[in-house]
Protein backbone atom coordinates (compact mmCIF):
# COMPACT_ATOMS: atom_id res chain seq x y z
CA UNK A 1 0.00 0.00 0.00
CA UNK A 2 1.16 3.39 -0.83
CA UNK A 3 0.70 6.23 1.34
CA UNK A 4 -1.41 9.39 -0.49
CA UNK A 5 -1.04 12.73 0.49
CA UNK A 6 -4.63 14.21 1.02
CA UNK A 7 -5.28 17.33 -1.36
CA UNK A 8 -6.25 20.30 0.76
CA UNK A 9 -10.23 21.73 -0.41
CA UNK A 10 -8.04 24.81 -1.67
CA UNK A 11 -5.88 22.83 -4.42
CA UNK A 12 -8.41 20.45 -5.36
CA UNK A 13 -9.29 21.06 -8.85
CA UNK A 14 -12.87 20.01 -10.07
CA UNK A 15 -13.91 18.41 -13.55
CA UNK A 16 -13.74 20.76 -16.30
CA UNK A 17 -17.53 21.58 -16.40
CA UNK A 18 -18.22 21.67 -12.83
CA UNK A 19 -14.75 24.38 -13.11
CA UNK A 20 -16.57 26.43 -15.71
CA UNK A 21 -20.16 26.76 -14.37
CA UNK A 22 -18.41 27.68 -10.80
CA UNK A 23 -16.29 30.23 -12.19
CA UNK A 24 -19.40 31.49 -14.00
CA UNK A 25 -21.16 32.00 -10.88
CA UNK A 26 -18.21 33.76 -9.56
CA UNK A 27 -18.12 36.17 -12.64
CA UNK A 28 -21.80 36.83 -12.29
CA UNK A 29 -21.93 37.69 -8.59
CA UNK A 30 -19.06 40.50 -9.01
CA UNK A 31 -20.27 41.43 -12.50
CA UNK A 32 -22.68 44.80 -12.24
CA UNK A 33 -19.93 45.75 -8.85
CA UNK A 34 -16.94 45.44 -12.10
CA UNK A 35 -18.58 47.78 -14.50
CA UNK A 36 -20.07 50.02 -12.08
CA UNK A 37 -16.38 52.10 -11.68
CA UNK A 38 -15.26 52.56 -15.27
CA UNK A 39 -18.81 53.83 -16.20
CA UNK A 40 -18.74 56.29 -13.47
CA UNK A 41 -14.91 57.21 -13.50
CA UNK A 42 -15.82 57.40 -17.49
CA UNK A 43 -18.01 59.80 -17.49
CA UNK A 44 -16.82 61.78 -15.03
CA UNK A 45 -13.70 62.18 -17.66
CA UNK A 46 -15.82 63.62 -20.01
CA UNK A 47 -14.90 60.67 -22.07
CA UNK A 48 -16.73 59.50 -25.54
CA UNK A 49 -19.22 56.57 -25.28
CA UNK A 50 -16.73 55.03 -27.38
CA UNK A 51 -13.76 55.37 -24.41
CA UNK A 52 -16.57 54.95 -22.01
CA UNK A 53 -16.64 50.74 -23.23
CA UNK A 54 -13.42 50.47 -23.75
CA UNK A 55 -13.12 51.22 -19.98
CA UNK A 56 -15.43 48.73 -19.07
CA UNK A 57 -14.00 45.96 -21.45
CA UNK A 58 -10.01 47.23 -19.83
CA UNK A 59 -11.73 46.48 -16.32
CA UNK A 60 -12.94 42.69 -17.14
CA UNK A 61 -9.72 42.20 -18.98
CA UNK A 62 -7.55 43.57 -16.00
CA UNK A 63 -9.59 41.90 -13.28
CA UNK A 64 -9.06 38.27 -15.02
CA UNK A 65 -5.81 38.93 -14.85
CA UNK A 66 -5.23 39.90 -11.08
CA UNK A 67 -7.70 37.24 -10.42
CA UNK A 68 -5.53 34.23 -11.76
CA UNK A 69 -2.01 35.90 -10.35
CA UNK A 70 -4.04 36.59 -7.00
CA UNK A 71 -5.72 33.01 -6.86
CA UNK A 72 -2.98 30.84 -8.74
CA UNK A 73 0.12 33.08 -7.55
CA UNK A 74 2.90 33.50 -10.05
CA UNK A 75 6.36 32.77 -7.71
CA UNK A 76 6.37 32.96 -3.97
CA UNK A 77 6.27 36.68 -3.94
CA UNK A 78 2.37 36.87 -5.77
CA UNK A 79 -0.76 35.37 -4.92
CA UNK A 80 -2.76 34.56 -1.52
CA UNK A 81 -3.42 30.98 -3.71
CA UNK A 82 -6.96 31.14 -1.98
CA UNK A 83 -10.35 31.47 -3.85
CA UNK A 84 -9.95 34.75 -4.69
CA UNK A 85 -12.25 37.52 -7.00
CA UNK A 86 -10.37 40.74 -7.75
CA UNK A 87 -12.43 43.81 -8.80
CA UNK A 88 -12.07 47.70 -8.73
CA UNK A 89 -12.36 48.95 -5.03
CA UNK A 90 -15.42 51.14 -4.45
CA UNK A 91 -12.86 52.80 -1.75
CA UNK A 92 -11.11 54.65 -4.67
CA UNK A 93 -14.19 56.23 -6.58
CA UNK A 94 -14.49 59.27 -4.96
CA UNK A 95 -10.56 60.60 -5.09
CA UNK A 96 -10.77 59.38 -8.72
CA UNK A 97 -13.96 61.73 -9.57
CA UNK A 98 -12.26 64.61 -7.80
CA UNK A 99 -9.48 63.92 -9.66
CA UNK A 100 -11.49 63.41 -12.98
CA UNK A 101 -13.63 66.56 -12.66
CA UNK A 102 -10.54 68.11 -12.41
CA UNK A 103 -9.00 67.04 -15.20
CA UNK A 104 -11.32 66.06 -17.72
CA UNK A 105 -10.74 64.19 -21.18
CA UNK A 106 -7.75 62.30 -21.97
CA UNK A 107 -5.23 64.37 -20.26
CA UNK A 108 -6.81 63.72 -17.27
CA UNK A 109 -7.14 60.48 -18.02
CA UNK A 110 -3.10 60.42 -17.87
CA UNK A 111 -2.59 61.53 -15.14
CA UNK A 112 -5.55 59.31 -13.29
CA UNK A 113 -3.42 56.00 -14.81
CA UNK A 114 -0.17 57.52 -13.82
CA UNK A 115 -1.31 58.25 -10.16
CA UNK A 116 -2.89 54.44 -10.14
CA UNK A 117 0.22 53.27 -11.48
CA UNK A 118 2.48 54.88 -8.86
CA UNK A 119 -0.07 53.66 -6.17
CA UNK A 120 0.55 50.28 -7.12
CA UNK A 121 3.89 50.50 -6.73
CA UNK A 122 3.67 52.13 -3.31
CA UNK A 123 1.81 49.10 -2.38
CA UNK A 124 3.77 46.19 -3.79
CA UNK A 125 6.65 47.97 -1.53
CA UNK A 126 4.48 48.83 1.78
CA UNK A 127 2.86 45.23 1.73
CA UNK A 128 5.21 43.51 4.19
CA UNK A 129 4.36 46.20 6.65
CA UNK A 130 0.41 46.71 6.64
CA UNK A 131 0.35 43.95 9.66
CA UNK A 132 1.61 46.40 11.46
CA UNK A 133 -0.85 49.04 10.61
CA UNK A 134 -3.82 47.22 11.75
CA UNK A 135 -3.97 48.81 15.21
CA UNK A 136 -4.81 52.28 13.23
CA UNK A 137 -8.15 50.53 11.72
CA UNK A 138 -9.83 48.68 14.26
CA UNK A 139 -13.83 48.44 13.32
CA UNK A 140 -14.84 51.80 14.35
CA UNK A 141 -12.55 53.15 12.07
CA UNK A 142 -12.85 50.75 8.98
CA UNK A 143 -17.07 51.45 9.77
CA UNK A 144 -16.40 54.54 9.62
CA UNK A 145 -14.83 54.59 6.25
CA UNK A 146 -17.03 52.34 4.29
CA UNK A 147 -20.26 54.21 5.82
CA UNK A 148 -18.74 57.44 4.24
CA UNK A 149 -17.89 56.01 0.64
CA UNK A 150 -21.51 54.16 0.74
CA UNK A 151 -22.99 57.73 1.23
CA UNK A 152 -20.67 59.56 -0.94
CA UNK A 153 -21.50 57.07 -3.64
CA UNK A 154 -25.44 57.22 -3.16
CA UNK A 155 -25.28 61.00 -5.03
CA UNK A 156 -23.31 58.95 -8.39
CA UNK A 157 -26.99 56.56 -7.80
CA UNK A 158 -29.18 59.00 -7.04
CA UNK A 159 -28.06 61.70 -9.91
CA UNK A 160 -28.20 58.42 -12.51
CA UNK A 161 -32.01 58.53 -11.79
CA UNK A 162 -32.80 61.99 -11.93
CA UNK A 163 -30.19 63.56 -14.16
CA UNK A 164 -26.51 64.84 -13.58
CA UNK A 165 -26.21 68.70 -11.78
CA UNK A 166 -24.91 69.67 -14.64
CA UNK A 167 -24.71 69.30 -18.48
CA UNK A 168 -27.79 68.53 -20.46
CA UNK A 169 -29.91 67.02 -17.90
CA UNK A 170 -29.51 69.47 -15.75
CA UNK A 171 -32.47 70.71 -13.27
CA UNK A 172 -32.74 74.05 -15.04
CA UNK A 173 -31.78 75.63 -18.46
CA UNK A 174 -31.07 78.77 -19.78
CA UNK A 175 -34.29 80.82 -21.13
CA UNK A 176 -33.74 81.47 -25.17
CA UNK A 177 -35.06 84.79 -24.62
CA UNK A 178 -32.26 85.71 -22.17
CA UNK A 179 -29.60 84.52 -24.49
CA UNK A 180 -31.09 86.08 -27.46
CA UNK A 181 -31.30 89.58 -25.42
CA UNK A 182 -28.24 89.10 -24.26
CA UNK A 183 -27.03 88.45 -28.35
CA UNK A 184 -28.91 91.79 -28.95
CA UNK A 185 -27.10 93.93 -26.16
CA UNK A 186 -23.86 92.32 -28.02
CA UNK A 187 -24.62 93.21 -31.36
CA UNK A 188 -25.84 96.46 -30.23
CA UNK A 189 -22.55 97.47 -27.50
CA UNK A 190 -20.15 96.25 -31.07
CA UNK A 191 -21.90 98.30 -33.56
CA UNK A 192 -19.60 101.27 -34.82
CA UNK A 193 -20.94 104.66 -32.18
CA UNK A 194 -22.70 102.42 -30.58
CA UNK A 195 -23.32 103.67 -27.05
CA UNK A 196 -23.82 100.69 -25.19
CA UNK A 197 -21.37 99.60 -22.85
CA UNK A 198 -19.46 96.13 -23.88
CA UNK A 199 -20.94 93.47 -22.06
CA UNK A 200 -18.41 92.11 -19.55
CA UNK A 201 -16.23 89.13 -19.91
CA UNK A 202 -18.06 85.97 -18.91
CA UNK A 203 -20.92 87.32 -18.05
CA UNK A 204 -24.52 84.50 -19.65
CA UNK A 205 -28.04 83.97 -18.25
CA UNK A 206 -28.47 81.70 -15.52
CA UNK A 207 -30.34 78.95 -15.99
CA UNK A 208 -33.84 79.17 -14.40
CA UNK A 209 -36.15 77.22 -16.53
CA UNK A 210 -37.18 73.75 -15.36
CA UNK A 211 -35.48 71.05 -17.80
CA UNK A 212 -38.08 68.21 -19.36
CA UNK A 213 -34.46 66.16 -19.36
CA UNK A 214 -34.54 66.16 -15.70
CA UNK A 215 -36.22 63.68 -13.52
CA UNK A 216 -38.96 62.52 -15.99
CA UNK A 217 -41.34 60.10 -14.99
CA UNK A 218 -40.65 57.06 -17.43
CA UNK A 219 -36.88 57.70 -16.00
CA UNK A 220 -38.39 57.08 -12.39
CA UNK A 221 -40.59 54.59 -13.47
CA UNK A 222 -37.25 52.24 -15.24
CA UNK A 223 -35.08 52.65 -11.80
CA UNK A 224 -38.41 51.68 -9.55
CA UNK A 225 -38.84 48.96 -11.46
CA UNK A 226 -35.15 47.97 -11.33
CA UNK A 227 -35.05 48.13 -7.67
CA UNK A 228 -38.53 46.03 -7.13
CA UNK A 229 -36.85 43.57 -9.35
CA UNK A 230 -34.03 43.51 -6.73
CA UNK A 231 -36.21 43.30 -3.70
CA UNK A 232 -37.85 40.18 -4.96
CA UNK A 233 -35.06 38.39 -6.26
CA UNK A 234 -33.50 38.82 -2.81
CA UNK A 235 -36.59 38.17 -0.99
CA UNK A 236 -37.60 35.16 -3.08
CA UNK A 237 -34.51 33.67 -4.29
CA UNK A 238 -32.41 30.89 -2.76
CA UNK A 239 -28.40 31.22 -2.81
CA UNK A 240 -26.60 31.38 -6.19
CA UNK A 241 -29.81 33.44 -7.42
CA UNK A 242 -30.27 35.83 -4.32
CA UNK A 243 -26.56 36.57 -4.55
CA UNK A 244 -27.12 38.37 -7.92
CA UNK A 245 -30.16 40.26 -7.91
CA UNK A 246 -28.70 43.15 -8.79
CA UNK A 247 -27.08 42.25 -12.05
CA UNK A 248 -30.62 40.43 -12.83
CA UNK A 249 -32.62 43.75 -11.86
CA UNK A 250 -30.10 45.46 -13.97
CA UNK A 251 -31.21 43.24 -16.73
CA UNK A 252 -35.08 43.47 -16.13
CA UNK A 253 -34.41 47.00 -16.03
CA UNK A 254 -32.80 46.96 -19.42
CA UNK A 255 -35.80 44.81 -20.96
CA UNK A 256 -38.05 47.59 -19.69
CA UNK A 257 -35.67 50.54 -21.17
CA UNK A 258 -35.37 48.61 -25.03
CA UNK A 259 -39.27 48.26 -24.88
CA UNK A 260 -39.65 51.92 -24.19
CA UNK A 261 -37.07 53.11 -26.73
CA UNK A 262 -34.45 54.33 -24.36
CA UNK A 263 -31.81 52.19 -25.30
CA UNK A 264 -29.79 52.59 -28.64
CA UNK A 265 -28.29 49.19 -29.78
CA UNK A 266 -25.91 51.00 -32.64
CA UNK A 267 -22.71 51.73 -30.76
CA UNK A 268 -23.29 47.94 -29.91
CA UNK A 269 -23.43 46.53 -33.77
CA UNK A 270 -20.78 49.07 -34.92
CA UNK A 271 -18.13 47.47 -31.95
CA UNK A 272 -16.07 44.66 -32.82
CA UNK A 273 -16.63 40.61 -31.92
CA UNK A 274 -12.64 40.82 -30.67
CA UNK A 275 -10.33 43.30 -29.75
CA UNK A 276 -7.04 43.75 -27.78
CA UNK A 277 -7.04 46.08 -24.79
CA UNK A 278 -4.09 48.11 -25.56
CA UNK A 279 -1.69 49.24 -22.80
CA UNK A 280 -1.65 53.10 -22.61
CA UNK A 281 -4.81 53.62 -24.38
CA UNK A 282 -5.29 57.40 -23.86
CA UNK A 283 -1.28 58.18 -23.98
CA UNK A 284 1.92 57.77 -21.76
CA UNK A 285 0.80 58.02 -18.23
CA UNK A 286 1.56 61.44 -16.09
CA UNK A 287 2.48 61.46 -12.67
CA UNK A 288 1.50 64.80 -10.49
CA UNK A 289 3.05 63.82 -6.95
CA UNK A 290 -0.38 65.50 -5.14
CA UNK A 291 -2.51 63.06 -7.64
CA UNK A 292 0.39 60.38 -6.44
CA UNK A 293 -0.23 60.82 -2.83
CA UNK A 294 -3.66 60.77 -2.74
CA UNK A 295 -4.18 57.56 -4.56
CA UNK A 296 -1.22 55.77 -2.91
CA UNK A 297 -3.43 57.07 0.55
CA UNK A 298 -6.11 55.18 -0.86
CA UNK A 299 -4.79 51.80 -0.99
CA UNK A 300 -3.21 51.73 2.05
CA UNK A 301 -7.04 51.88 2.75
CA UNK A 302 -7.58 49.23 0.73
CA UNK A 303 -4.62 46.56 1.97
CA UNK A 304 -5.80 47.22 5.56
CA UNK A 305 -9.09 45.71 4.25
CA UNK A 306 -7.64 43.20 1.83
CA UNK A 307 -5.78 42.06 5.29
CA UNK A 308 -8.99 41.44 6.94
CA UNK A 309 -10.45 39.93 4.19
CA UNK A 310 -7.85 36.95 3.65
CA UNK A 311 -7.75 36.62 7.40
CA UNK A 312 -11.59 35.91 7.10
CA UNK A 313 -11.09 33.60 3.76
CA UNK A 314 -8.71 31.45 5.02
CA UNK A 315 -10.79 30.82 8.36
CA UNK A 316 -13.56 30.15 5.85
CA UNK A 317 -11.71 27.97 3.69
CA UNK A 318 -9.83 25.94 6.84
CA UNK A 319 -6.17 27.30 5.36
CA UNK A 320 -4.39 29.28 8.10
CA UNK A 321 -2.66 32.81 6.84
CA UNK A 322 0.52 32.48 7.31
CA UNK A 323 2.49 36.34 6.97
CA UNK A 324 4.58 35.42 4.03
CA UNK A 325 0.78 34.51 2.48
CA UNK A 326 -0.67 37.64 3.84
CA UNK A 327 2.32 39.74 1.91
CA UNK A 328 2.09 37.77 -1.09
CA UNK A 329 -1.71 38.34 -1.45
CA UNK A 330 -1.37 42.09 -0.51
CA UNK A 331 1.68 42.75 -3.13
CA UNK A 332 -0.60 41.32 -5.49
CA UNK A 333 -3.35 44.06 -4.83
CA UNK A 334 -0.27 46.30 -5.77
CA UNK A 335 1.03 44.37 -8.58
CA UNK A 336 -3.18 44.20 -10.09
CA UNK A 337 -3.39 48.07 -9.36
CA UNK A 338 0.13 48.84 -11.77
CA UNK A 339 -0.97 46.44 -14.33
CA UNK A 340 -4.81 48.27 -13.94
CA UNK A 341 -3.23 51.40 -14.63
CA UNK A 342 -0.73 50.11 -17.39
CA UNK A 343 -4.07 48.87 -18.80
CA UNK A 344 -6.34 52.29 -18.20
CA UNK A 345 -8.51 50.59 -15.65
CA UNK A 346 -8.67 51.12 -11.22
CA UNK A 347 -6.86 49.89 -8.06
CA UNK A 348 -8.34 46.44 -7.47
CA UNK A 349 -9.17 44.21 -4.03
CA UNK A 350 -10.72 41.20 -3.38
CA UNK A 351 -14.58 41.28 -3.61
CA UNK A 352 -16.15 40.37 -0.14
CA UNK A 353 -19.40 38.76 -2.71
CA UNK A 354 -17.10 36.55 -3.62
CA UNK A 355 -15.91 35.26 -0.77
CA UNK A 356 -19.52 34.79 0.90
CA UNK A 357 -20.39 32.47 -2.54
CA UNK A 358 -17.69 30.38 -1.16
CA UNK A 359 -19.63 29.95 2.11
CA UNK A 360 -22.87 29.72 0.02
CA UNK A 361 -21.72 26.56 -2.51
CA UNK A 362 -18.87 24.92 0.07
CA UNK A 363 -16.55 24.86 -2.66
CA UNK A 364 -13.26 26.23 -1.57
CA UNK A 365 -11.33 25.39 -4.60
CA UNK A 366 -9.18 28.67 -5.73
CA UNK A 367 -8.94 27.03 -9.60
CA UNK A 368 -12.72 28.01 -9.70
CA UNK A 369 -11.90 31.45 -8.87
CA UNK A 370 -9.18 31.06 -11.57
CA UNK A 371 -11.22 30.10 -14.06
CA UNK A 372 -13.73 33.13 -13.40
CA UNK A 373 -10.29 35.04 -13.65
CA UNK A 374 -10.35 33.45 -17.58
CA UNK A 375 -13.69 34.64 -18.06
CA UNK A 376 -13.40 37.81 -17.13
CA UNK A 377 -10.30 37.95 -19.90
CA UNK A 378 -12.43 36.38 -22.84
CA UNK A 379 -15.26 39.30 -21.88
CA UNK A 380 -12.73 42.21 -21.71
CA UNK A 381 -11.71 40.66 -25.40
CA UNK A 382 -15.04 40.88 -26.65
CA UNK A 383 -16.00 44.79 -27.34
CA UNK A 384 -19.32 44.01 -27.87
CA UNK A 385 -19.91 43.66 -24.24
CA UNK A 386 -18.51 46.63 -23.09
CA UNK A 387 -20.60 48.93 -25.57
CA UNK A 388 -23.66 46.85 -24.95
CA UNK A 389 -22.81 48.28 -21.12
CA UNK A 390 -22.36 51.39 -22.14
CA UNK A 391 -25.66 51.58 -24.17
CA UNK A 392 -27.58 51.18 -20.62
CA UNK A 393 -29.60 54.45 -19.91
CA UNK A 394 -28.26 55.81 -16.79
CA UNK A 395 -32.06 55.22 -14.73
CA UNK A 396 -31.36 51.52 -14.90
CA UNK A 397 -28.17 51.68 -13.24
CA UNK A 398 -29.25 54.35 -10.76
CA UNK A 399 -31.75 51.60 -9.71
CA UNK A 400 -29.14 49.77 -9.15
CA UNK A 401 -27.00 51.93 -7.53
CA UNK A 402 -29.34 52.77 -5.09
CA UNK A 403 -29.04 49.05 -3.81
CA UNK A 404 -25.69 48.25 -4.36
CA UNK A 405 -24.09 51.91 -3.15
CA UNK A 406 -26.89 51.65 -0.02
CA UNK A 407 -25.64 48.30 0.68
CA UNK A 408 -22.23 49.12 0.99
CA UNK A 409 -22.86 51.64 3.66
CA UNK A 410 -25.34 49.51 5.31
CA UNK A 411 -21.82 47.52 5.67
CA UNK A 412 -20.51 50.11 7.45
CA UNK A 413 -23.55 50.34 10.27
CA UNK A 414 -23.41 46.43 10.19
CA UNK A 415 -19.34 46.74 11.45
CA UNK A 416 -20.39 49.57 13.35
CA UNK A 417 -22.98 47.70 15.38
CA UNK A 418 -20.37 45.52 17.03
CA UNK A 419 -18.44 48.81 18.21
CA UNK A 420 -18.55 49.13 22.28
CA UNK A 421 -20.22 52.57 22.28
CA UNK A 422 -21.77 52.01 25.59
CA UNK A 423 -18.88 51.33 27.59
CA UNK A 424 -16.33 53.98 25.50
CA UNK A 425 -18.25 57.10 24.68
CA UNK A 426 -14.73 58.27 22.55
CA UNK A 427 -15.88 55.99 19.71
CA UNK A 428 -19.04 57.99 19.23
CA UNK A 429 -16.85 60.85 18.92
CA UNK A 430 -14.93 59.15 16.47
CA UNK A 431 -17.54 58.53 13.91
CA UNK A 432 -19.73 61.55 14.59
CA UNK A 433 -16.73 64.06 13.74
CA UNK A 434 -15.40 61.90 10.72
CA UNK A 435 -18.43 61.29 9.21
CA UNK A 436 -19.18 64.96 9.34
CA UNK A 437 -15.83 65.98 7.77
CA UNK A 438 -16.37 63.10 5.33
CA UNK A 439 -19.68 65.01 4.20
CA UNK A 440 -18.13 68.42 3.53
CA UNK A 441 -17.03 67.97 -0.03
CA UNK A 442 -20.77 66.59 -0.71
CA UNK A 443 -22.88 69.50 1.07
CA UNK A 444 -20.13 72.06 0.17
CA UNK A 445 -18.69 71.18 -3.10
CA UNK A 446 -16.99 74.58 -3.64
CA UNK A 447 -15.22 74.68 0.13
CA UNK A 448 -11.68 74.77 -1.12
CA UNK A 449 -11.84 77.36 -3.74
CA UNK A 450 -9.31 79.96 -1.63
CA UNK A 451 -7.60 76.65 -1.42
CA UNK A 452 -4.25 75.68 -3.44
CA UNK A 453 -5.10 74.38 -6.43
CA UNK A 454 -2.68 71.53 -5.94
CA UNK A 455 -3.98 70.02 -3.11
CA UNK A 456 -7.65 69.76 -4.20
CA UNK A 457 -8.05 66.06 -5.96
CA UNK A 458 -6.51 65.55 -1.59
CA UNK A 459 -9.06 67.08 -0.16
CA UNK A 460 -11.69 67.23 -2.55
CA UNK A 461 -12.64 63.24 -1.69
CA UNK A 462 -14.88 63.14 1.63
CA UNK A 463 -13.73 59.03 1.42
CA UNK A 464 -9.63 60.37 2.20
CA UNK A 465 -10.71 63.12 4.52
CA UNK A 466 -13.31 60.73 6.79
CA UNK A 467 -10.32 58.34 6.36
CA UNK A 468 -7.76 60.56 8.19
CA UNK A 469 -10.17 62.03 10.72
CA UNK A 470 -11.11 58.54 12.10
CA UNK A 471 -7.40 57.28 12.09
CA UNK A 472 -5.95 60.45 13.91
CA UNK A 473 -9.38 60.89 16.49
CA UNK A 474 -9.43 56.98 17.22
CA UNK A 475 -5.13 56.98 17.97
CA UNK A 476 -5.62 60.56 19.88
CA UNK A 477 -8.96 59.26 21.85
CA UNK A 478 -8.68 55.38 22.12
CA UNK A 479 -5.03 54.48 21.60
CA UNK A 480 -3.71 51.58 19.10
CA UNK A 481 -3.83 48.10 19.84
CA UNK A 482 -3.18 45.11 17.38
CA UNK A 483 -6.47 43.12 17.06
CA UNK A 484 -6.13 40.57 14.04
CA UNK A 485 -9.01 39.39 15.19
CA UNK A 486 -11.13 41.93 14.88
CA UNK A 487 -10.07 43.28 11.65
CA UNK A 488 -11.29 39.29 10.45
CA UNK A 489 -14.51 40.15 11.97
CA UNK A 490 -15.26 43.63 10.25
CA UNK A 491 -14.19 41.97 6.83
CA UNK A 492 -16.26 39.16 7.27
CA UNK A 493 -19.49 41.34 7.10
CA UNK A 494 -18.13 43.26 4.15
CA UNK A 495 -19.48 43.87 1.00
CA UNK A 496 -18.00 46.18 -1.79
Known sequence: MTATTAVHPVDEVPAAPKLLALGLQHVLVMYAGAIAVPLIVGRALQLSPNDVA???????????????????GATQWFGIRLPVMMGVTFAAVGPMVAIAMANPGSEGARQLFGSVMAAGVVAMLIAPLVSRLLRFFPPVVTGTIILVIGVSLMRIGINWIFGNPVGP??????????????????????????????????????????????????DLAISAAVLVAIVLVARFGKGFVANISVLLGIVVGSIIAAFAGKVTFDSVVEADWFAFVTPFHFGLPLFDPVMVVTMSLVMVVVLIESTGMFLALGDLTGRK???????AGLRTDGLGTLIGGIFNTFPYTSFSQNVGLVGVTGVRSRFVCVAGGGILIVLGLVPKMGALVEALPTSVLGGAGIAMFGMVAATGIRILSNVDFAGNRNSLLVVAISLGIGMIPLVAPDFSQWMPAEIHPLIESGILLATFSAVVLNAFLNGTTPDADAARKAAAMADH
Do not use: K
Not at 56 to 72: E, K, P
Not at 321 to 327: G, Q, Y
Open 321 to 327: VTRPMLS
Open 54 to 72: FLISADLFACGIVTILQAF
Open 169 to 218: TAPTVVDPSHSEWLTTVDDLASAPGGTVPPIPPGLSPAPSLPNPLYATLG
